[in-house]
């Protein structure tokens, strides 16, 4: 399996090792003619984040209504001494999804001499140069990147990683954004790949007065809204689609059955479209629904650990207990 690890070309000069998994790419089009062809009408929220959709994000990560970023970066700061002495010296940090950097870092700056940092992402070009930026700044930290579709499970066996305990660093609730059978195989797969006494810090969102919630997804300055129809305008720039994005509103719905945020584009008047040569109709009224962000509380994160076979040995939360991240080690019985 080694020959996997392109080892040292010059590209990647500064990392330890990169491992190019080959995740298949994701089929915009097949996805979004078999969103449109459903009833009600859907899209997937991982079309949100082509460049512009991740800086529109970087945008809603500092508004007054989404308090979500601002209360996990607070609690990572709080908890700090508490991590280091559970991870202990030497930890392997491992991030599915490579997000923010401040986030990593602040864990990073946390723990006792940690000793490796591990990126993986789908994008290899994001993830390169993301670790790349780590390696820089952190000389005695072994830093690599693993391109890979990480839903799919973590594939650690063959990698020349340090020894020291594994960590694996999954903030901000990206977790509610997967269906609950989603969430769950992601972390079955996260447990098939740890050992015992390795661990998962996973920030999740909790269920909270739904006031609170809407606005975190419908700010006033319509950042949210430029978001989420950023994902036609999408459709429209690579796929050669015709939607009149001007004539979708931006909604966002508490859903009290499933504990989720909705997220919707409505129709403000009937519309035909093209994608593809493909065309379909939205009647006034009828939304395209394109994201779910899944809350929590602390017993339904609890049993959805539980359930893959981990035992939740730590939760912080803020004081007006907007927000948790959790502590999970492989359960002694599973
Ligand atoms: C990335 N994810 C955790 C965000 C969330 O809160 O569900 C995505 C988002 N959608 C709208 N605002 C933020």
């Known amino acids: 399996m080694h020959d996997r690890i392109t080892g040292r ?42 460049a512009k959709g991740s800086a529109i994000f970087d945008e809603i990560t500092a508004l007054p209504e989404y308090y979500v970023t601002r209360t996990e970066l607070a609690i990572l700061d709080r908890i700090g001494p508490e991590l280091a002495a ?23 700056n946390a723990l006792s001499e940690p000793a490796a940092y591990v990126g993986l992402d789908i994008s290899g070009e994001h993830l390169e140069a993301a670790c790349q930026e780590i390696a820089a700044d952190y000389p005695a930290l072994q830093v690599g990147a693993i391109c890979a579709d990480f839903t799919q499970g973590l594939d650690l066996s063959h990698l020349p990683l340090e020894s020291g305990r594994r960590i694996i660093f999954f903030p901000g609730s990206t977790i509610g954004n997967f269906e609950p059978n989603g969430a769950h195989a992601l972390l079955a797969g996260f447990r098939r790949a740890m050992r015992p006494g390795d661990a998962v810090l996973i920030g999740a969102d909790r269920v909270k007065d739904p006031a609170t919630l809407v606005a975190a997804y419908a700010d006033a300055q319509g950042v949210t809204a430029r978001f989420n129809l950023n994902l036609v305008e999408r459709i429209n720039r690579e796929l050669g ?16 059955d499933f504990n989720r945020i909705e997220m919707h584009l409505r129709a403000d008047a009937d519309q035909q479209f093209d994608v593809a040569g493909r065309t379909f109709q939205l009647r006034e009224g009828e939304s395209i629904h394109t994201e779910n962000s899944h809350k929590f509380t602390p017993d339904s994160f609890t049993s959805l650990a539980k359930s893959v076979g981990f035992d939740v040995l730590h939760t912080w939360s803020d ?8 502590w999970l080690e492989p359960s002694a019985k599973a």
């Open 9 to 50: 070309p010059s590209a990647h000069a500064t990392l330890a090792f990169y491992d190019d998994q080959h995740p298949p790419a994701g089929d915009f089009l097949a996805d979004v003619l078999d969103g449109f062809s459903r009833t009600p009408k859907q899209l997937t929220p991982v079309y949100f984040y082509d």
């Open 319 to 326: 004081e007006a207990e907007l927000f948790s991240l959790h």
């Open 86 to 108: 559970l991870a202990g010296p030497g930890a392997v940090v491992i991030e599915p999804g490579s997000g923010s950097s401040v986030k990593i870092r602040k864990l990073l």
């Open 241 to 256: 689609g015709t939607i009149d994005a001007g004539a979708l509103s931006h909604e966002a719905v508490w859903n009290p």
